[in-house]
């Protein structure tokens, strides 16, 4: 059940995956009417609870964000004490100009990209895992 904790291999493993849809971060006081199962993640913050979520259900609940992004899962199991995968991968969508917005999950590792830049995030991710 222990992830990978080698970076060749966690690079070389990453496999990522463009999930479909558009999904957006939004932050609410308390969770009134959103359902659980409605969100993707949560997380408490002194300010309000941020909140990602595909943007049908944010646009059916009225609710309001600035920012529209593509989910792009690695594949690898990484283990959550792994070191250097988040930076390697953040300096290479640095250098083609791509924000990200990192999710660790207890299998893999979750990156949200401006939709707009999804396809050249995993182009850019393939070729490092392809050349590393």
Known sequence: MNGEKNLEKLVRSMNPKLNEGEYVFVTVKHF????????IC???EEEGITLVMAKTKADGLGLKYSFVASWITLEVHSALDAVGL???????LTKHNI??????????????????????AVKALTTLSKSY
Do not use: P, W
């Open 32 to 39: 009134g009417e959103i359902k659980r199962e409605d969100t």
């Open 42 to 44: 949560e997380f408490k």
């Open 86 to 92: 988040t930076a390697l991968f953040a300096d290479v």
């Open 99 to 120: 924000s990200c917005n990192v999710i660790a999950g207890f299998y893999h590792d979750h990156i949200f990209v401006d939709k707009n830049d999804a396809e050249q």
